[in-house]
């Protein structure tokens, strides 16, 4: 597939609304735009997104996202109640690592 197989059908809300899933051109047209961007993927941690709910953002190498996870990490401290808030540096530290090993095992 190339820019030759691009036509309108693909849309941004598509893409929004993950209308493109089911549906194999708008699909390949999605992945082949992956090639080139990488995707902002939110709602990691604090707001219940899990590890393997980013399969679906992935290329088939595993890559072409960037996962957000604010919240789950700046208050990571308080769920971690060995660190406490005067570590909160630690706190954030451990939540990232977690995070990364998390998604490095579901990917």
Same mark, same amino acid.
């Given at each position: 597939?190339?820019?030759? #197989?691009? #036509?309108? /059908?693909?849309?941004? +809300? #598509? =893409?929004?609304?993950?209308?493109?899933?089911?549906?194999?051109?708008?699909?390949? $047209?999605?992945?082949?735009? *992956?090639?080139?961007?990488?995707?902002?993927?939110?709602?990691?941690?604090? $707001?219940?997104?899990?590890? !393997? #709910?980013?399969?679906?953002?992935?290329? !088939?190498?595993? /890559?072409?996202?960037?996962?957000?996870?604010? +919240?789950? =990490? *700046?208050?990571?401290?308080?769920?971690?109640?060995?660190?406490?808030?005067? +570590?909160?540096?630690?706190?954030?530290?451990?939540?990232?690592? $977690?995070?990364?090993?998390? *998604? +490095? /095992?579901?990917?």
């Amino acid at each position: 597939m190339d820019e030759n #197989d691009f #036509d309108s /059908e693909l849309t941004w +809300r #598509d =893409i929004k609304n993950h209308n493109y899933y089911n549906n194999e051109k708008k699909k390949k $047209q999605f992945f082949v735009l *992956i090639l080139y961007t990488f995707f902002l993927v939110p709602g990691y941690g604090a $707001q219940g997104g899990k590890a !393997e #709910d980013l399969k679906k953002y992935v290329n !088939e190498k595993g /890559e072409g996202i960037i996962v957000n996870s604010s +919240r789950g =990490i *700046i208050f990571a401290y308080e769920k971690m109640p060995e660190f406490g808030p005067k +570590r909160f540096a630690e706190a954030a530290r451990e939540a990232t690592m $977690q995070m990364g090993k998390e *998604i +490095r /095992e579901a990917l």
